[in-house]
């Protein structure tokens, strides 16, 4: 649908209304995974933590690795390790070399959870249907430039 009429607006320029487009389709995607996510007790926030840790996997990760590599750089990530502890997805150790430091690293249940969430995550058969895939090369293109 139009944004115009979606939000019923006018905009001032077309560099207006891609902002307010971009805001709003994040919203719309993020309400989508929200969504699939809530069914197995994760956040999105948890479930980038758990992806960034399973790409580290069998490395382990540090706090300042994680936030450097969220997508949400609002988030409080030693809290979501946190939490993401306390349901045995992630394992805390004091690393051996610098006794402050704390390695961070995804448990076999968190590799197992993410195997079950993968195949849902991605909303593909929400977005195949509203756009083809040349033009989600293309968007991704775009997105890519705006950001230079």
Not at 36 to 61: C, E, M, V, W
Not at 88 to 112: C, F, H, P, T
């Amino acid at each position: 649908m139009d944004l115009d009429k979606e939000i019923q607006s006018k905009f001032e320029s077309e560099y207006q209304k891609v902002v307010v487009n971009i805001v709003y389709t994040y919203g719309w995607v993020t309400s989508i995974l929200k969504k699939r996510l809530s069914k197995h007790q994760i956040t999105l926030q948890q479930f980038n933590i758990l992806r960034i840790l399973r790409g580290q996997y069998p490395k382990p990760a540090t706090i300042n690795l994680l936030k450097d590599r969220m997508l949400d750089k609002m988030s409080d990530a030693s809290r979501i390790v946190d939490r993401l502890v306390q349901k045995g997805l992630v394992v805390r150790n004091i690393n051996q070399k610098d006794r402050r430091a704390v390695d961070i690293i995804i448990s076999e249940k968190g590799l197992e959870i993410l195997k079950k969430i993968d195949p849902i995550i991605t909303p593909d058969e929400i977005l195949k249907q509203n756009i083809a895939e040349e033009d989600v090369f293309l968007l991704n293109s775009l997105l890519d430039k705006l950001r230079g």
